[in-house]
């Protein structure tokens, strides 16, 4: 098996220098910390876990998912985990998140520094393909019900109480989408583990009360994970959307369910997993979570689940679900109370995810196209998304033989990042950018050298 492993690492490596491997492996800061390695982007990046790899030792956490897809991208051609030598769990259920445990504990046990509970959640490996299996339908109905951990305790919470929670989401919801995850999530998991719980365990002036401030909290949950997730910190997001759907789930609000479902669906596409994200995207779409929810939720849950239906070559579905989301989202008018976690999106969000669609399956001219839409109708609120849609666009555009299209595009990507953004995800479009320019870097295009030496500086200067 390790002749083997080196092999398929050969066949990477064989027509590029070390530097080159680098930047197809994408092993820039944020998967660095990921895997556990503190490197530099000149250093001999990643060599830990590559040769735990060729060697024969499985890396641990996403580490496979994170060579599997490096391993894709330059040779063209899906890389399987199996196919590259590694094994899947062998105990069961190892690596599985546990559904059963209280979310109320799982507030508590925040930690006391984001820093610290992160590394010891990256540490434990959970993000993996046994972490991404959902719960069966009996469980929905028993985290419902009314907990022994509920028991009424001293404090009186009434309706005011879940509008504060609620505004302190839609604060942190609407930094983040403008300034990315790296701000403020201290902040919000602080709160979660004080403010939140000690509300959850008062005393609730009715049932109505008390399943409000649950979605509530569910809601400020799925926020912490959702930063997390756009930071990198990718097994921090996971337990984070783990505790909000459960906490989601007490609270008998289905649409929310669907909501945070939907995120971690978005993840696991992101990440490669995309088998496990189209059951998860399936599972925001089913029933009630689908059929309770606004236009615009409904559209929201939609597009996501035909982004999972492209990245499984299920064409005409996917072209389906694209349809329905625009009638969804154009069924979204004036009179219709939508909740305030569908603030973000509108017909630039809509458009970011049919291109990621389109691109997926195939349809580059199309996606360009979508692209386009969504950064020329996104409002400047939204500085973070709009710098992750320019990036997919330069990848189109390169994709596609525009070179000197794609580096005018990604120009403007670090236009925005110079601008304030702390966003895992931003900056790995401009890591990607870097390694799509390489085959071009000695062919003298102009474009292309003053771009690479300013994405050289700007990743020199965040890592």
């Known amino acids: 098996m390790a002749r083997e492993r080196n092999e398929r690492l050969s066949e990477l490596l064989r027509e590029a220098e070390w530097s080159r491997a680098q930047a ?8 660095a910390e990921t895997l556990g390695t503190q490197v530099t982007e000149n250093s001999k990046i990643g060599r830990s876990h590559v040769s735990m790899w060729v060697g024969g030792t499985q890396p641990s956490g996403v580490a496979p ?22 094994t899947a769990a062998t105990s069961p259920g190892q690596g599985a998140l546990d559904w059963r445990a209280d979310p109320l504990i799982a507030l508590n046990d925040l930690g006391s520094g984001v820093d ?24 929905w109905d028993v985290m419902s019900r009314p907990q022994a951990s509920e028991a009424p305790g001293v404090r009186r919470v009434g309706p005011g109480d879940v509008e504060t929670v609620r505004e302190l989401t839609l604060t942190f919801s609407r930094m983040d989408q403008r300034r ?11 709160y979660l583990r004080h403010e939140a719980l000690d509300l959850l365990r008062g005393r609730f002036a009715d049932d109505e009360t008390r399943r409000a401030m649950f979605s509530a909290t569910a809601e400020l949950s799925y926020v912490s994970g959702w930063m ?17 759907v459960k906490l989601a789930a007490r609270s008998g609000d289905a649409p929310l369910s669907g909501h945070i479902l939907r995120a971690m669906a978005h993840q696991a596409l992101d990440l490669g ?45 996917a072209a389906k679900a694209l349809l329905q989301a625009e009638d969804d989202l154009s069924n979204a008018r004036d009179g219709i109370r939508e909740p305030d976690r569908t603030f973000f999106f509108g017909e630039a969000s809509l458009a970011h995810e049919t291109a990621c669609t ?30 992750v849609t320019l990036g997919y666009m330069g990848a189109t555009q390169i994709a596609q033989g525009g070179v000197e299209e794609a580096c005018a595009t990604w120009t403007s990507v670090l236009d925005a ?29 102009r474009v292309v050298s003053v771009l690479d030496a300013r994405a050289t500086t700007y990743l020199s200067q965040v890592d």
């Not at 590394?119 to 009996?138: F, H, K, T």
């Not at 691109?359 to 710098?387: N, Y």
């Open 228 to 244: 997390a997730f756009d930071n990198g910190d990718h097994a921090l997001a996971l337990h984070r959307f783990n505790t909000a």
């Open 116 to 139: 610290t509970d992160r590394r010891r959640l990256l540490e434990s490996g959970v993000y993996s393909a046994a972490a991404l299996v959902l719960p069966d339908a009996s469980w």
């Open 358 to 387: 389109l691109r997926d399956l195939g349809d580059h001219q199309r996606a360009i196209k979508e692209f386009r839409r969504s950064v020329r109708t996104r409002g400047a609120a939204f500085q973070r998304t709009h710098a």
């Open 417 to 445: 990042m110079e601008s304030g953004i702390y966003s895992g995800r931003a900056r790995q479009r401009v890591v990607e950018m870097r390694q799509l320019l390489s085959p071009y870097r000695k062919r003298g295009i």
């Open 24 to 31: 197809a492996f994408g092993y820039n800061r944020v998967a």
């Open 180 to 190: 990315g995850g790296g701000h403020g999530r201290r902040a919000v998991d602080e």
């Open 273 to 317: 997993f995309r088998a496990e994200a189209l059951k998860i995207a399936q599972a925001s779409v089913d029933g009630k979570r689908y059929a309770g929810a606004t236009p615009r939720e409904r559209a929201l849950l939609g597009v996501v689940h035909a982004r999972a239906l492209a990245a499984n070559d299920h064409g005409q579905q």
């Open 65 to 86: 998912a994170i060579l599997c897809q490096a391993l894709s991208r330059r040779l063209k051609r899906e890389i399987t985990p199996q196919e590259a030598g590694f």
